[in-house]
């Protein structure tokens, strides 16, 4: 079973490819030269998108190193101590929704601290899982389309970022504990 997941997974980009590229030809399609408009439509996609998230990575390097993390943390910890949140995954939880890198590296650092197996490992493993990088996608998507007003669409991400980690604390609490 595990050889055959090998080869498949070996294998799957290649026999993607030449499947795309034998429908393309059966269908007569220009494969080179539609791959080099959709080059160049992902090429102004990218140049409008830039700003935005040159603004975001910005903005959560000042949150990080101006202390406003570490001021949150110290802020909301009462409440999460009182839930069973363990204080080392709560720079992980408040960064998962603002940086996807950011809170890699958070979680590259807590495994080598407490290792993936213990409880702090394990729930911050689920927290990636089960969150967004909500602001991220927000500032970038809906600026690089142009859209001014989100409405409700922050509360939202967050709210279910919340939710995501909640959850993630009652089934490591449940399953792990």
Known sequence: MILAIQV?????????????????LSRRVPIYESFVEGAKEGWHTALRI????????????VFQHSGALDQ???????????LGFPR?????????PISGSGSLAILSQTFATFGPDSFVGRLAAAIMGSS??????LTVYAGSVGIKRTRHTLATSLISDLAGSLAALYIVLRYFA
């Open 72 to 82: 949150l943390i110290n802020l909301i910890s009462p409440l999460t101590n009182w």
């Open 132 to 137: 967004e990088t909500s602001l991220y996608v």
């Open 8 to 24: 498949l997974s070996r294998w799957a980009i290649p026999i993607l490819l030449l499947g795309i590229t034998t429908l393309g």
């Open 88 to 96: 080392e995954v709560l720079p992980l939880a408040l960064m998962r």
């Open 50 to 61: 830039l700003p935005y998230l040159v603004g975001m990575l910005v903005a959560i390097q």
